[in-house]
């Protein structure tokens, strides 16, 4: 995702934090979800960061409807970027989450067999989740 990370915040609102900054900065240079423990080690050794800022920073973040939060099966919480504030810049796609070791992976096209536009006239989308549950490859 293109974008400074402190105008993107100016721009939803939030205050710009040098946590906020940072967790934003690894969400965007990522190519799958992360969790907090992954996110804690990509942040810049050379500093001190406090755990409990960072899962406020990312409740921040959440809250504001910049990121998708998507829950694996042992109960870990795994966030990716899912705008910038202007553009959604993670094109809708699928999850599918290992119930075995929880291992997440995106589907890039998960639509065959979804409604069509038609079906959802007078409806009003405000998100849309497909997640397939299961075993992966590995724990077959």
Known sequence: MA???SQILKKIGLKVTKNREQVLSILQGSTRPLNHQEIMEKLPKEESW????IYRAL???E???L???LHSTDRVTYFELKTDGNHVVSAAHGHLICN???KIECIDDPWNGMPSSKQLKGFTTESVEIVFRGK???CQ
């Open 3 to 5: 974008g400074d990370p």
């Open 50 to 53: 406090d755990r409990v800022t």
């Open 59 to 61: 409740s921040d973040l």
């Open 63 to 65: 809250e504001k409807n």
């Open 67 to 69: 990121l998708n939060s």
């Open 100 to 102: 075995v070791c929880g």
């Open 136 to 138: 992966c490859r590995n």
